[in-house]
């Protein structure tokens, strides 16, 4: 791995938040149509356009954020990505394993016997700084030492990812001890 490139980990899906990025772009065209039909003065037309055009803006923001790894190496952190806004940025030394697991999809009565697939992080109880952070919760959750990543919002979640995942990470912390070492 070059020096300062990230080894992702774990990619995302962006696929959720394509079809919000198409049905907003789908909602501030039909928008558009309908107020160029009804024939608004001039000025509202560029008012209209400048909405439509941040509108669009933003989801395709969202749409970039979503589609970022949610697990990649940089060094001797893990990026850890469970918020559009921001990536969390851990020391290996502080994670200790990764795991694959499962969640109740949903509380309602057509959900209640689905699960879907996780990975959890679990981090180090003497890592008191990284117990809990502030995450999208649709993308997963971090709360009392443990990361947990959605498979709704992440690649595929399957064993042997999760088997080649614990082993990147077995790895990495090798070489970390080796680099401290020398």
Known sequence: MPHGEAEVWLRANPRPAAVLFAVTAAVVAAAAAVLIAVR??????????????????????????????RLARRGGTLEVRLSPLGVQRVPLEVVECIFPGSQPLGAGD????????????????????????????????????NVVFDGRWCEPLSQVIARDISARLLEAKRLVTLVSQR
């Not at 509202?44 to 979503?66: D, H, K, N, P």
């Not at 981090?123 to 009392?144: I, K, N, Q, Y």
Request: hydrophobic share 55%; aromatic share 10%.
């Open 40 to 69: 608004p003065p001039a000025w509202s037309v560029a008012v209209m356009v400048i909405a439509c055009l941040i509108g669009l803006m933003v989801a395709a923001a969202f749409l970039w954020a979503a589609s970022r790894p």
């Open 110 to 145: 057509e959900t209640a016997n689905r699960r879907v697939s996780t990975l959890v992080m679990r981090l180090a109880e003497r890592a008191v700084e990284w117990r809990s952070r502030p995450v999208a919760s649709a993308w997963g959750s971090w709360e009392d030492g």
